[in-house]
C-alpha cells in the first residue's frame, strides 16, 4: 500500500491517468469507473492507479472525515460484481491538519478487458471514457501475453463451428455488456468473443471459456466437463441409488437447468412438528451456491466429472482441484482465488452468483436461517474439493 510520503507527492501532481481525484463520498459510477480504468491499465505502465477521496483538483483537502461506512464502501468494488473479473485492490485512510482521505490502490490486472457494469473504462492522460475499437483489440492482447490460468488458453483444434454463436450472441452478450456499448458494437465475432476471454485471436480458436460456456459439445475437448448427480436410498453409497442424471452440454444452458433441477427434484417442503410452518429440507441458495462453485472451481484438466450426490441425510457435492492460489485450509473461506476466473466472470454475468467471494458464507447463513446444520467442507487435499451439507432433521 501507499506510503504517506509517496501520497504526498501524488497530492502535489496535476490528475494524471494514474490517478483520480474526487471531493464527492457518493459518487458510485464515478469510483467504479476510475478502478476499472486502473484495472485496465491501457498504457501499460505496469503501476497502481489511486482513486483519492477527499481531495481537491489542486491537492487540497476538503476537510472530509473519512468513515468506516465509506472504506467498506469502497471495498466493496472488490466483490460485488460491479467489476468484472473482480480487480485487486487494497483501501487505506490518511490524516491531515485539513482533513482525511480514503485512499484506493488498484493493481493493474492480468485479464484484462475488465468492465465496470458492463462498460469497458480506461484512461489514458486527462482522457476518460469507454474503450474503442482498437484500444479494446489492445487489452485482449495484453491479456494473451499474461494468460496463466487453463480457461484462458486456446483449446487447440477447435473452431468457431465448435461454438454456438447464436447463445452467445442472445443469451451472453445482454447480460454481459452496457446496452449503450452493444448498440454500436460493430466489431467482428472473434473480436467479441476474445474481448470476453472466450477466443484467443493469436491461435486462431476459441479459448476453453468459450468451448466451456457455448461449445455444441464441450465433452470432446474438456472430457470431465459434466456434472454427475446421482440420489441413494442411505447414507452411503453402498445403499441403493434412486435416481441418476447427468448435466453435461454448454454451461450457459446447463446451469439453468441445474437449478430447475434443484427446485423441482432436491427442494420439498417439510413440516418439522405437528401445529408449526412448513420449512425446506434443503435452502435453495446453499444448493445453488455450493454447486455453482464446484462448477467454477472445478479443475477441467482432470477427466473426472463433478459429483452431486444425494444421501438420505445429507448431500455432497466434490470437485477435482483442492483450493487454489491464495487460498488455504487456514483461511478459507475468508480468502479466496480463482482457478478460472474468465468462468466465474461468465456465471456472474449470467445472474447465476450474486458477486465474488461471498458464496460459501451466503450459503452458510442461508443454512442457518432455515435451521440446518452448518455445512462441512473437506478442504485439505490437494487434489478434491468436498462439501457436505445435512438436511434439516
Same mark, same amino acid.
Given at each position: 500500500?501507499?506510503t504517506?510520503?509517496?501520497?504526498?507527492?501524488?497530492?502535489?501532481?496535476?490528475?494524471?491517468?494514474?490517478?483520480?481525484? #474526487?471531493?464527492?463520498?457518493?459518487?458510485?459510477?464515478?469510483? =467504479?469507473?476510475?478502478?476499472?480504468?486502473?484495472?485496465?491499465?491501457?498504457?501499460?505502465?505496469?503501476?497502481p492507479?489511486?482513486?483519492?477521496?477527499?481531495?481537491?483538483?489542486?491537492?487540497?483537502?476538503?476537510?472530509?472525515?473519512?468513515?468506516?461506512?465509506?472504506?467498506?464502501?469502497?471495498?466493496?468494488?472488490?466483490? *460485488?460484481?460491479?467489476?468484472?473479473?473482480?480487480?485487486?485492490?487494497?483501501?487505506?485512510?490518511?490524516?491531515?491538519?485539513?482533513?482525511?482521505?480514503a485512499?484506493?490502490?488498484?493493481?493493474?490486472?492480468?485479464?484484462?478487458p475488465?468492465?465496470?457494469?458492463?462498460?469497458?473504462?480506461?484512461?489514458?492522460g486527462?482522457?476518460?471514457? #469507454?474503450?474503442?475499437?482498437?484500444? $479494446?483489440?489492445?487489452? #485482449?492482447?495484453?491479456?494473451?501475453?499474461?494468460?496463466?490460468?487453463?480457461?484462458?488458453?486456446?483449446?487447440?483444434?477447435?473452431?468457431?463451428?465448435?461454438?454456438?454463436?447464436?447463445?452467445?450472441?442472445?443469451?451472453?452478450?445482454?447480460?454481459?455488456?452496457?446496452?449503450?456499448?452493444?448498440?454500436?458494437?460493430?466489431? /467482428?465475432?472473434?473480436? !467479441?468473443?476474445?474481448? &470476453?476471454?472466450?477466443?484467443?485471436?493469436?491461435? *486462431?480458436?476459441?479459448?476453453?471459456? =468459450?468451448i466451456?460456456m457455448?461449445?455444441?459439445?464441450?465433452?470432446f475437448?474438456?472430457?470431465?466437463?459434466?456434472?454427475?448427480?446421482?440420489?441413494?436410498a442411505?447414507?452411503?453409497?453402498?445403499? /441403493?441409488? $434412486?435416481?441418476?442424471?447427468?448435466?453435461?452440454?454448454?454451461? #450457459?444452458?446447463?446451469?439453468?437447468?441445474?437449478?430447475?433441477?434443484?427446485?423441482?427434484?432436491?427442494?420439498?417442503?417439510?413440516?418439522?412438528?405437528?401445529?408449526?410452518?412448513?420449512?425446506?429440507?434443503?435452502? &435453495?441458495?446453499?444448493?445453488?451456491?455450493?454447486?455453482?462453485?464446484?462448477?467454477?472451481?472445478? *479443475?477441467?484438466?482432470s477427466?473426472?466429472p463433478?459429483?452431486?450426490?444425494?444421501?438420505?441425510?445429507?448431500?455432497?457435492?466434490?470437485?477435482?482441484?483442492?483450493?487454489?492460489?491464495?487460498?488455504?485450509?487456514?483461511?478459507?473461506?475468508?480468502?479466496? /482465488?480463482?482457478?478460472?476466473?474468465?468462468?466465474?466472470?461468465?456465471?456472474?454475468?449470467l445472474?447465476?452468483?450474486? =458477486?465474488?467471494?461471498?458464496?460459501?458464507?451466503?450459503?452458510?447463513?442461508?443454512?442457518?436461517?432455515?435451521?440446518?446444520?452448518?455445512?462441512?467442507?473437506?478442504?485439505? !487435499?490437494?487434489?478434491?474439493?468436498?462439501?457436505?451439507?445435512?438436511?434439516?432433521?
Amino acid at each position: 500500500m501507499i506510503t504517506k510520503e509517496e501520497l504526498d507527492k501524488l497530492l502535489s501532481q496535476i490528475e494524471q491517468d494514474r490517478v483520480e481525484k #474526487t471531493i464527492s463520498t457518493k459518487d458510485a459510477n464515478k469510483f =467504479g469507473e476510475a478502478i476499472c480504468a486502473f484495472a485496465n491499465d491501457l498504457p501499460d505502465h505496469k503501476q497502481p492507479g489511486y482513486l483519492l477521496v477527499g481531495v481537491h483538483d489542486d491537492g487540497s483537502r476538503s476537510g472530509l472525515q473519512v468513515s468506516e461506512k465509506l472504506l467498506q464502501a469502497l471495498m466493496d468494488f472488490r466483490t *460485488d460484481g460491479r467489476i468484472v473479473p473482480p480487480p485487486a485492490l487494497a483501501v487505506a485512510k490518511f490524516s491531515y491538519p485539513d482533513g482525511e482521505v480514503a485512499v484506493v490502490e488498484v493493481q493493474p490486472h492480468d485479464l484484462p478487458p475488465v468492465r465496470y457494469k458492463g462498460k469497458l473504462c480506461i484512461r489514458i492522460g486527462p482522457r476518460k471514457g #469507454t474503450a474503442n475499437e482498437a484500444e $479494446e483489440r489492445r487489452l #485482449t492482447e495484453k491479456r494473451t501475453a499474461f494468460a496463466r490460468t487453463f480457461d484462458v488458453l486456446p483449446c487447440k483444434g477447435s473452431t468457431l463451428k465448435d461454438i454456438s454463436v447464436d447463445l452467445f450472441k442472445l443469451r451472453y452478450l445482454p447480460s454481459a455488456i452496457d446496452g449503450e456499448a452493444l448498440a454500436e458494437n460493430n466489431r /467482428d465475432l472473434k473480436d !467479441q468473443l476474445a474481448s &470476453l476471454k472466450f477466443y484467443d485471436l493469436k491461435e *486462431d480458436c476459441p479459448s476453453y471459456a =468459450g468451448i466451456l460456456m457455448f461449445g455444441t459439445n464441450p465433452r470432446f475437448y474438456v472430457p470431465g466437463a459434466y456434472v454427475q448427480y446421482v440420489r441413494f436410498a442411505g447414507e452411503d453409497e453402498a445403499s /441403493d441409488f $434412486e435416481y441418476e442424471h447427468r448435466f453435461d452440454g454448454d454451461l #450457459t444452458t446447463q446451469l439453468g437447468v441445474m437449478e430447475e433441477f434443484i427446485k423441482a427434484n432436491i427442494v420439498k417442503m417439510v413440516l418439522p412438528e405437528l401445529g408449526g410452518n412448513y420449512v425446506a429440507n434443503y435452502p &435453495l441458495r446453499t444448493l445453488k451456491e455450493l454447486l455453482f462453485n464446484a462448477v467454477i472451481h472445478k *479443475d477441467y484438466q482432470s477427466n473426472a466429472p463433478i459429483k452431486f450426490y444425494e444421501f438420505s441425510d445429507r448431500i455432497e457435492i466434490s470437485n477435482a482441484g483442492g483450493l487454489y492460489g491464495k487460498a488455504r485450509p487456514e483461511n478459507f473461506p475468508n480468502e479466496n /482465488d480463482y482457478r478460472n476466473p474468465a468462468l466465474a466472470e461468465a456465471v456472474k454475468n449470467l445472474g447465476f452468483v450474486n =458477486g465474488f467471494n461471498i458464496g460459501v458464507k451466503a450459503a452458510q447463513a442461508a443454512l442457518k436461517k432455515n435451521g440446518n446444520p452448518e455445512a462441512a467442507f473437506i478442504k485439505d !487435499q490437494p487434489t478434491s474439493f468436498l462439501v457436505k451439507i445435512y438436511k434439516r432433521l
